[in-house]
């Protein structure tokens, strides 16, 4: 698992976001995610793909109880979004621990599930940062970084690449140079 100090080394200490307790104890999320949340800390920007900064609403730890159809409470939070797109964010379930990409546009919200909880996702950013840091320092490097990046992906969360029109899977076609062919 990536720790405080690997977020910090990597993007800076200006740019990781840790919670106190207090305030993940107000979010209700599960305890393996408030661990992250107040340990590791996630990115105020991570580009392409994600940022805490995100324009318009519901903003970075908006919380958003509903109840479902058959009764059930659930639980969202919002813990970012990609970069200059207001009408999608990634939210944390609460209960149920997994990262969604939700997409906020038109009458009926759509989501999907990016990532099985938050250290998965946490470390998914992370590593497409060292990547692209990487790249960029040396591009003659990018084929074999690329390909070390899509395996240890796969090897953390092998659903995230299921389906060729997955987040991640289109997101890693993207940062590869690859069309998105969908």
């Given amino acids: 698992m990536i720790t405080h100090q690997d977020m910090v080394d990597l993007y800076g200490r200006d740019n990781v976001i840790t919670l106190t307790h207090q305030e ?3 979010l209700g999320v599960a305890p393996r995610d408030s661990e992250v949340l107040t340990t590791v800390g996630l990115p105020r920007m991570s580009a392409p793909f994600f940022t805490t900064e995100t324009q318009g609403g519901p903003e970075f730890l908006r919380v958003i ?9 659930h639980r969202e939070v919002i813990v970012g979004g990609p970069p200059g797109d207001s009408g999608m964010r990634f939210s944390l379930s609460a209960y149920e621990r997994f990262v969604m990409l939700v997409q906020l546009d038109g009458t009926k919200p759509r989501g999907e599930v990016v990532n ?4 998965e996702f946490v470390e998914f950013l992370y590593r497409i940062e060292m990547f ?3 790249v960029a320092s040396d591009p003659t ?3 074999q970084l690329f390909d070390d990046l899509e395996g240890a992906l796969t090897g953390i969360d092998p659903f995230s690449f299921e389906l060729p029109e997955n987040w991640w899977a289109m997101a890693l076609r993207q940062l590869g140079g ?3 062919g969908i």
Avoid: I
Wanted: proline letters at 0%; glycine letters at 16%; aromatic letters at 0%.
């Fill in 116 to 119: 099985n909880n938050l250290g």
């Fill in 141 to 143: 490097v990018k084929e």
């Fill in 132 to 134: 692209t840091q990487d």
């Fill in 65 to 73: 109880d509903v109840t479902t159809r058959d009764g059930k409470k």
């Fill in 24 to 26: 993940v104890d107000g």
């Fill in 178 to 180: 690859g069309d998105l």
